[in-house]
């Protein structure tokens, strides 16, 4: 299938290596590589970094997280949980760190980047047991951190941004702590594959149905059949009506135009402004799953643009 994508990518996307995401041990290492190079080049020098170990959920094993806090910060300010992107089966600390300094610089909050356990070695709900647990940290640290409790947002890319909308549910079944936002950049949510942009985008860059076929059922398995009638709101957001997500707090979603989950984004949107949900979104013309990579075309740059003004109204920080 042939695809109208922005002229600034159309050199570019040659270079993008083919992946078969049912290689689990050569997808997490492509993906490594193709970062590493962003992440040797990024500015740390105005952030201090710290690796920690924090306590699993209800005795699971111990969660690494890494914590990024300016040195330029002043007084009590909010905050960020980080949740990567990668399918729910690859992705590390490592494979975002360069987004995340971006962020941190920019903004100037504290930013806590979690590590949870991938799939298939553990699916459906231990990745989301793992972000609920760091949320939970970081309320429970917030005096450590110099963070305002009632300004900690939660962020999330692909798959990072399925399990920000899952953790954000959890929190409200549980009654867990206050997230002041929601920021879900292309989200992961569908396990149906049904859309039409899921069934039509089958051969588009870095993600397309075959991948997500694959991540889903290695993210459900072996509790859940990809699709069945039992697959839980909380695995697949997607399936939520409005009384799933009423009173959740409001949301920023990104969906790209050639994306095989533009519309799964699209349709959880929907579902949150039926609930009274407050919803910015953006559909950004001419791009693909991962575009922004390239971050000098100008549809980049205008989605980096839209990401941190929100952002920042959300965690009210100073102009």
């Known amino acids: 299938m042939s695809y109208n994508f922005d002229p600034e990518f159309r050199d570019l996307i040659a270079l993008i290596p083919a992946a078969d995401f049912s290689d689990v041990e050569g997808s997490r290492q492509g993906i490594e590589a193709m970062l590493a190079d962003i992440n040797e080049a990024v500015d740390t020098s105005g ?61 100037c909050v504290p930013i806590v980047s979690v590590d949870y356990r991938l799939a298939p070695e553990a699916g459906y709900p231990e990745p989301v047991d793992d972000c609920y647990a760091a949320l939970l940290w970081l309320h429970a640290n917030t005096e450590e951190l110099n963070v305002d409790p009632e300004r900690i947002a939660i962020i999330g890319l692909s798959a990072g941004g399925g399990l920000s909308a899952s953790t ?24 149906r594959l049904q859309t039409p942009s899921m069934t039509q985008f089958t051969d588009t860059p870095l993600w397309n149905r075959p991948n997500a076929i694959v991540s889903w059922e290695f993210y459900l398995s072996p509790r859940y059949a990809p699709g069945a009638e039992n697959v839980p709101v909380e695995a697949a957001p997607a399936r939520a009506c409005a009384d799933d997500v009423k009173g959740l707090p409001p949301a920023f979603i990104s969906a790209m135009e050639f994306d095989p989950l533009r519309d799964e984004a699209i349709h959880y949107a929907l579902t949150l402004l039926e609930a009274g949900v407050p919803v910015e979104l953006h559909v950004y013309p001419g791009t693909f799953h991962g575009s922004s990579l390239f971050t000098e075309a100008a549809v980049s740059q205008r989605q980096q643009n839209d990401l941190l003004g929100a952002l920042s109204r959300a965690l009210k920080i100073p102009a």
């Open 47 to 107: 952030i201090d970094i710290e690796d920690r170990m924090i306590p699993g959920l209800n005795g699971a094993p111990e969660l690494a997280i890494r914590i990024y806090l300016p040195k330029q910060r002043q007084g009590t300010t909010g905050a960020l949980l980080y949740i990567h992107g990668g399918g729910f089966v690859v992705g590390s600390l490592d494979s975002e760190h360069a987004s995340v300094c971006n962020f941190a610089n920019e903004l």
């Open 168 to 191: 954000v549910l959890r929190a409200k079944s549980e009654g867990g702590p206050t997230i002041c936002h929601q920021f879900l950049g292309i989200p992961e949510l569908d396990d």
